[in-house]
T-cell receptor, first 114, second 113 residues
Framework: DVKVTQSSRYLVKRTGEKVFLECVQD?????MFWYRQDPGLGLRLIYF???????EKGDIPEGYSVSREKKERFSLILESASTNQTSMYLC?????????????FGPGTRLTVL | GESVGLHLPTLSVQEGDNSIINCAYS??????FIWYKQESGKGPQFIID?????DKRQGQRVTVLLNKTVKHLSLQIAATQPGDSAVYFC????????????FGTGTRLLVSP
């Protein structure tokens, strides 16, 4: 089975802190994604990557950056956390860049910024 | 547990009933569709997918129907069980070639024994 793991289930940070959310997948998937999920808004794409060292902005990239130094790992970085970044963050991966493949999700990280 | 959507449409059914969850999608050029299930406190879990060249696909206890004329997708769950209680949402992929999915906001399914 595909496994997508996220470094923390719950995280509490203070405004202005730098925050790292880590995601690892173990099935050699090319594509990786970061979403945030908020009540009433569904899943919104922050950034995605289809290869090592490649990244593309999603629909809401402001306030975030990403890093993909290894194929299996995709990190989301909040340079200076703000209270409006309190959310559930979900990482996902899928097999190939140009194919109709389902995305496999991690368990999510509930981030609270105080 | 945590709620992933405080104001979601809710479908309440009795155990053993068949459930139908609907989704209207936005892009007539979308060529791939997925249904996900999300239980409280967990990440979304793949249920079933369908490509735009099909209008029906069946899995174990689940069936997805696609009506491209009216841009409508439905998920049918047979003999619904309490363990099916979750938020269900559809996702569509445009035909641009890359794996960018657009997600619906979801429907909460409540199954009572």
């Amino acid at each position: 089975d595909v496994k997508v793991t996220q470094s923390s289930r719950y995280l509490v940070k203070r405004t202005g802190e730098k925050v790292f959310l880590e995601c690892v997948q173990d099935m050699d998937h090319e594509n990786m994604f970061w979403y945030r999920q908020d009540p009433g808004l569904g899943l919104r794409l922050i950034y995605f990557s289809y290869d090592v060292k490649m990244k593309e902005k999603g629909d809401i990239p402001e306030g975030y950056s990403v890093s993909r130094e290894k194929k299996e790992r995709f990190s989301l970085i909040l340079e200076s956390a703000s209270t409006n970044q309190t959310s559930m963050y979900l990482c996902a991966s899928s097999l190939r860049r140009e194919a109709n493949n389902e995305q496999f999700f991690g368990p999510g990280t509930r981030l609270t910024v105080l | 547990g945590e709620s992933v959507g405080l104001h979601l449409p809710t479908l309440s059914v009795q155990e053993g009933d068949n459930s139908i969850i609907n989704c209207a999608y936005s892009n007539s050029a979308s060529d791939y569709f997925i249904w996900y299930k999300q239980e409280s406190g967990k990440g979304p879990q793949f249920i079933i997918d369908i490509r735009s060249n099909m209008d029906k696909r069946q899995g174990q206890r689940v069936t997805v129907l696609l009506n491209k004329t009216v841009k409508h997708l439905s998920l049918q769950i047979a003999a619904t069980q309490p363990g099916d209680s979750a938020v269900y949402f559809c996702a569509e992929k445009g035909n641009t070639g890359f794996q960018k999915l657009v997600f619906g906001t979801g429907t909460r399914l409540l199954v009572s024994p």
